[in-house]
């Protein structure tokens, strides 16, 4: 696919979603050995609403080498950015192949698309599925269950297996709309624009909490810890109190760890939490 540079059965196979977005984010990382230089990482949150549900889910999907010194990514994380000429994302990554499996069932989604900015699937209604990375399972050998040391599965990367045509996009989940309007009229000591949180937080925003503090702890923290985490989280995001406690009282509670887990968002090992 020319917007793309080239380069050297799991979660969400045969699950029909609407996509709502691809926004962009990246990640510092430390030298791999002494002396080395460091390094970013682009990612891409892809964000869908699976048929029947009522909140939006999100995964992400590596998309290459980010090179600070002359690349982009705009205030809203839709679009990337360079100063140079030439595609910004690696044909060989998991982004790719993604675009590049809806193309090959419809070319007519990305007419105009330059590769740095993906609007253009908005609204899309597609069947996802996965394909076996034959050559990276042979070189790093399978991955194993945390949850289930006996259990080992195939590496391999999400795909489009059907494109079904463009729908009007979701509306947010309406026991959060009904929530917030709840809040906003009873509140009288805050601003109407800073509505309380709910009792616990929606799985979209403990999702995108919980995605963020394992990112900044590079994949991995016990569970003992998430309280702090969120606290810190909350501040970082300069968030309203009620909405931090919300989202730690949700990101703590073992209802959710455990839809997260069955969802394919995380593993659960012990008290480890780590990225799935």
């Known amino acids: 696919m020319s917007m793309f540079k080239s380069g050297g059965g799991g979660y969400l196979k045969g699950v029909t979603a609407t996509l709502v977005g691809i926004t962009f984010d990246t990640k510092e990382w430390e030298p791999k050995k002494k002396g080395g230089d460091p390094y970013t990482t682009l990612s891409a949150k892809l964000t869908f609403r699976t048929d029947g549900a009522t909140?939006?889910?999100?995964?992400?999907?590596?998309?290459?080498?980010?090179?600070?010194?002359?690349?982009?990514?705009?205030?809203?994380?839709?679009?990337?950015?360079?100063?140079?000429?030439?595609?910004?994302?690696?044909?060989d990554t998991e982004?790719?192949?993604?675009?590049?499996?809806?193309e090959?069932?419809?070319a007519a989604v990305f007419e105009g698309c330059d590769g740095r900015n993906f609007d253009c699937v908005k609204g899309l209604r597609v069947t996802f599925d996965r394909i076996v990375d034959v050559e990276r399972t042979k070189q790093f050998g399978k991955r194993k269950d945390k949850?289930?040391?006996?259990?080992?599965?195939?590496?391999?990367?999400?795909v489009v297996s059907a494109v079904l045509g463009k729908v009007e996009l979701p509306k947010a989940g309406k026991a959060t709309a009904a929530k917030t309007t709840k809040a906003t009229t009873t509140k009288t000591t805050k601003p109407a624009t800073t509505p309380a949180a709910p009792a616990t937080a929606s799985n979209d925003a403990a999702d995108a909490a919980l995605l963020d503090i394992l990112a900044d702890a590079?994949?991995?923290?016990?569970?003992?810890?998430?309280?702090?985490?969120?606290?810190?989280?909350?501040?970082?995001?300069?968030?309203?109190?009620a909405v931090g406690d919300a989202l730690r009282d949700t990101l703590m509670s073992d209802a959710y760890v455990a839809d997260a887990v069955s969802r394919g968002i995380i593993t659960l090992d012990g008290a480890t939490i780590a990225l799935a």
């Open 218 to 241: 590079k994949g991995s923290l016990d569970r003992k810890v998430m309280g702090s985490k969120a606290t810190r989280y909350r501040l970082k995001k300069n968030l309203d109190e």
């Open 147 to 158: 949850n289930d040391p006996k259990k080992e599965y195939n590496r391999d990367w999400l």
């Open 55 to 91: 909140a939006d889910v999100s995964t992400y999907l590596p998309a290459g080498f980010f090179y600070p010194e002359n690349q982009t990514i705009s205030e809203d994380k839709a679009t990337l950015g360079s100063d140079r000429d030439g595609a910004i994302i690696q044909g």
């Open 104 to 106: 090959e069932k419809d």
């Open 95 to 102: 982004l790719a192949k993604f675009i590049n499996s809806i």
